[in-house]
């Protein structure tokens, strides 16, 4: 009687249906109405709205694209403060991640946070989609044409002023300097010019050896030494790199620069743009990867792990951040030279809100936060 009772109660629990937690659910049904509402091209005509609606009031393309960046930057807003609330949850996940040895256990600890229904990792998949979405659909507006064909009024919402033809305000104006003339510096100059920067980098190593056995007690000078090392590990990378733009540059040493507006067409490719694109590109990719490991190794430091090893780690991925903003920057400037200078001043706009957001909207939303309770650590 006993083992009827207990088959009984196997069945009972193999027959027992388990619903997904509520958060998961909304997940699921939230990113399926989301996708719907973007491949039937629901994001694409509210930002062809929005963008006319503003080019309504001002009455100029290019005040209208970065007024566009701006506007998206306020909005998203909310998100990125409840990405800030979510930052050391969603840390200690990464740290959970990183402890695991194999794509598949990743995956597996992913989808189980997700079927658990943790707040952070559903609000991470969401922002990741909704961001995704917005760039996607703010950057597919700017690569139609709807500059000397009439815009299909289908594209904007019916309280949307439909815009008079011919479009004004296509010119981009921004301050350029063309070189004239370049002077270059003999070989013997520039190779003595590298032989002072490596005594200067030598020497240091040199006195240590010789000062070790008497100074290595010293707090100071150990200090010193640590922070030499440092420096060494930063710059040891691009050693390399330094060397190749040094010679370029005292090859190629500019001896008259003439100021001048340069006016970009903005429904027409420019390769001027394309190039100031390409760089932007470069120094904002090198910048994020810097600050994002300099961050790390702080960290990694903090925590007590040995500063030589953390700087070795921090040099590696800045390797890594070099390589990848030379393929960004390199990427931008092929691609670019494909389209219109309104997606280049679009993506310009963007680059730009990211280098003044940690001392504009980082320093609000930093501010919110500390007024707030801190958010539960992920189980």
Known sequence: ????????????????????????????IILFVIFYWFFRGGSFRLYASIFFTLYHFTGQIWISVILMGLLQSIIFLPLRFISLKFSTSLKSFEEELDNLKTDSEQYILFTSKVKEGNP??????????????????AG?????????????????YSFVPYPKYPLTGTDFNFPFFQIENTTALPWTTIASVWLIITLVFAVPRILWRLVKPILWKSKKILSARINYNRLLLSTGGFSLSFLVISIFILRNIPTDLSFYWLIADLTRQNTTFNFVTAVGTFFVTLHAGYMGNSLASKNAIDSGIDPLKAQSIFRLKMRQSFKNALILGAGAFFITNQIPCAFELSVVTYEVIYLISPYTFDRFLHHAHQSTVPTTQIS
């Open 1 to 28: 009687m006993a083992s009827h009772d207990s088959l009984q109660k196997v069945r009972k629990i193999d027959n027992t249906r388990k619903w997904l937690p509520i958060l998961t659910t909304f997940l699921v």
């Open 120 to 137: 952070a990792i559903i609000f991470y998949i969401l922002n990741f989609v909704l961001n995704t979405i917005a760039f996607v659909s």
């Open 140 to 156: 597919r507006i700017f690569l139609i044409d709807f500059y000397s064909k009439s815009l299909d009024p289908k594209l904007l």
